[in-house]
């Protein structure tokens, strides 16, 4: 024999079951949160954990050029730049860098294309759209990588020879 019908038992037993799931889902999240993962980039904090900043290293202070890794690669910047002024009101990178001022600094000077408007017309100073050096030219760090890399440049990939062709 049945027992009678009552009135939104469905109901009330799909919320018992969601509630019951969301229980079990939070459990695990947490606990998945606070696992220790080492890596060479976090090291052993947990997931959930920000962890310290690492110790800042020397900023590389040289002359020396370094090779490009592929066509149109802007430049790195083989030299500290703490302290200089890059903003609206000033670029200090110019002092060195400008046209009128390779020759007693001896600095390369900045490319042809930081003279050329976005429609690529020359003007006679920098560009607006290229005086804010630091969003593509970056100062380099003496460090080790924290993980391994195997990139090849394109010289190198083009040097090998391809399947099916000669170089």
Do not use: W
């Not at 954990?49 to 083989?78: C, H, K, L, W």
């Not at 630091?134 to 460090?143: F, K, R």
């Amino acid at each position: 024999m049945r027992r009678p019908y009552r009135a939104g038992e469905p109901v009330m037993m799909k919320r018992t079951a969601i509630a019951l799931l969301a229980v079990v889902i939070a459990a695990g999240v947490s606990s998945l949160t606070a696992q220790t993962v080492t890596s060479g980039l976090r090291g052993p904090t947990p997931l959930n954990d920000e962890g310290p900043a690492p110790p800042m290293t020397p900023m590389r202070n040289t002359s020396e050029r370094e090779v490009r890794n592929y066509p149109e690669q802007p430049p790195v910047i083989p030299h500290s730049i703490d302290g200089y002024q890059v903003d609206l009101n000033g670029n200090k990178c110019l002092s060195c860098h400008a046209r009128a001022r390779i020759a007693e600094s001896k600095a390369p000077m900045v490319s042809i294309t930081h003279f050329m408007d976005r429609d690529g017309q020359f003007l006679a100073s920098v560009s607006p759209r290229r005086f804010f050096c630091t969003e593509c030219h970056v100062p380099q760090n003496v460090t080790t990588p924290p993980v391994s890399n195997d990139f090849t440049d394109i010289d190198t990939l083009l040097s090998r020879s391809s399947p099916g062709g000669r170089r």
